[in-house]
């Protein structure tokens, strides 16, 4: 059977990246970044070993990118990002589904009917995989910005954007410290889970744990409502336990002053390999002059993928609740 324009996509790239890891002597996702850097200015580096050039050179002479579109690039990206992420002991090593990421394109979409420009923020950026599915899918005319500390994932964030012809400015830093960032309309983002390290700077922040460590999915909820222009919206993708751990009271009486719960969708248990990883998606709006909280939120439970039936019948649903929720006055 032909193979597609993914799969053959996917092949080359980690055929060079298993070239270079030999070489070099890096992990497979280190040296998937040169891999990225490589196929998009479509020329090996200065400082590679000869004979690794020229089987590089070789390579680049049969692969020709403009043949691929951007979708079938992302998606190769993602399919050759995540066969490096199972090789990896680092639990923030992991990567936003396609499904989900296109739930919260799809959401976003519905969210600015009417707005024709948009700055959007991914303070949790990873490989950038979440943030440039929804610019994708977004009509307007987009401003976007990401964060990432980890020196790994920024690198294949920014080479995936580049390879997608998408302008994104990335900062790499630790996301819970101050930003040079005017306040953005639209946060996507994939919760990070676990406890910050940082006990002091948690100190600046209305939810740091009493005692204890802070979650950092909790700061970062609280950071990312300060990047937020009043009226602006934020979606994010969140453990099944945020309302329901320790600090959940804590964190329900925080977005009741700050935010209005616009609506929560339960993700199919079918999109996670475990019952540990399940998660929901949040969507936020902060409060400014002249909103209001929605008559009834957005509350949902997403069929699975696979049943194309119940998927029609839920979209249908949500379709006719934003019909409702932007009709308001």
Known sequence: MEKSNIEELYEWMDHITHLIQQYVNETYLDSLAYTMEILFHQKVPDGFDKQLTHKLQQILDKLNMDTYTTVEIRKANQLVILKGMKGSTQQQHMMTPETVALIVAYLSSKLFTDKKKLRIFDPAGGTGNLLTTVLHQLPQAKEAYASEVDPTLIQLAAWNANLQ?????FFH??????????????????????YYPDDVHARIFELKAEEGLSYAHHLFLEQSLNYTKPGGYLIFIIPEF???????EQLRQFIHKYAHIVGVLSLSDTVFQSEKHRRSILILQKKGQHTTAPNQPLLVKM???SNSSAMENILGQINNWFQMYNKRS
């Not at 012809?165 to 400015?169: F, L």
């Not at 830093?173 to 676990?194: A, C, E, H, K, T």
């Not at 945020?242 to 959940?248: E, I, K, N, R």
């Open 165 to 169: 012809k998408m302008q994104i400015e």
């Open 173 to 194: 830093q630790d996301s819970l410290q101050p930003f040079l960032l005017d306040p953005v309309d639209l946060i996507v983002s994939d919760l990070p889970v676990g």
């Open 242 to 248: 945020l309302f329901t751990s320790d600090q959940a």
């Open 303 to 305: 069929p699975s993928f």
